[in-house]
């Protein structure tokens, strides 16, 4: 191996889901995406596949322009075509050249795999494909074989298609309903889907709103705060670990989402439905427990703010 020529790759997704405490990078060719339906996992990896096509952001992280094959399997092209006048606009000359979206698909087992190693070698630069779903490009378990290994089969062979072609496969795929003290457990199907894969990221929802939590091979687990605006995902900064009551998961959320530290009187005008005392009563709890910071007295801020340089205007406090 050490004489090996492992030439520079066109991988995507190893600088976009670092961990984001560290900003390391990963080996990453292939990564399982999930989430409840309806969540938002459709929308976010069309985000990511205009961030990369265009050389832009996603969750905050400059992307690495290169051609990008979406396979929006569930959708037709009416509705990627409403979804991206509502990420970038109208116009279509604004729309990236490098993006190919597909709505129908061959099986990977009945050409799928051929249609898209021919998609890499028929652009100049193919840096990430996404499977948006993975239940319609694999093949059910047959008579000799267990569901196990079908789930675990069709997942390695993207992993290695991505190998040999050096690019990153990002592969979407239901959350089942039921709850889990381990998120892992929460992946729809067998136990071979989250071994298939390099690493899993689920888009989870909780009392505070949306976090995007992520394990794998070359990367340690996070957990972040993300929220969509005009149809794109925001990073908020690394959800922190709370003693889980709705109420200060709600508040830790608001704070993320500002981009300057609150008075207690306006985290108190932002939630008007919680009880105004309730929350003057917590918001020290949680600065003492280390959930928020606190720059200045009666004022509470995200543990990621950071204070302003000397000599801008600090009105706010």
Known sequence: MSAGDFSPD?????????NPKES?????????????????????ALDLAVAVSSGGQFLGRICEQGDVLGLFLEDNERRIQRRLTSMIGA??????????????????????????????QSVEKPRLVIVDILEMVRSHAGK????????????????????DMKISILVLHHQRKAAADNLLDTIS???????????????????????LWGKGREIDS??????????????????????????RLRIIALLASSVRPMKVSEI??????????????????????????SPARGVYAS???KPEPLGTNRAML
């Open 189 to 211: 199907g067998t136990g071979g889907l989250g071994g298939g894969s390099d690493a899993v990221i689920i888009l989870g929802e909780d009392g505070a709103g949306h976090f």
């Open 222 to 247: 996070f957990r972040i705060i993300v929220k969509m605006e005009n149809f794109r995902w925001r990073d908020l900064g690394e959800k922190p670990e709370s003693k889980g009551s709705g109420q």
């Open 144 to 163: 000799t074989s267990t569901q196990y290994t079908s789930d675990y089969e069709a997942l390695k062979e993207l992993q290695k298609l991505a190998g």
């Open 91 to 120: 116009r279509m000359s604004d729309w990236p050249p490098r993006l190919i979206c597909a709505t129908e698909w061959p099986k990977l087992a009945e050409g799928g795999l051929d249609e898209i190693r021919k998609w890499c």
């Open 24 to 44: 390391q990078l990963a080996e990453i060719t292939q990564l399982l995406f999930q989430s409840a339906s309806k969540a938002g996992k459709s929308f976010m």
């Open 303 to 305: 543990l990621q703010w």
């Open 268 to 293: 108190t005008a932002a939630l008007p439905d919680q009880q105004a005392v309730n929350i003057k009563n917590l918001l020290p709890d949680m600065y003492r427990d280390g959930e928020i910071a």
């Open 10 to 18: 066109h991988r995507a997704l190893p600088r976009i889901f670092a």
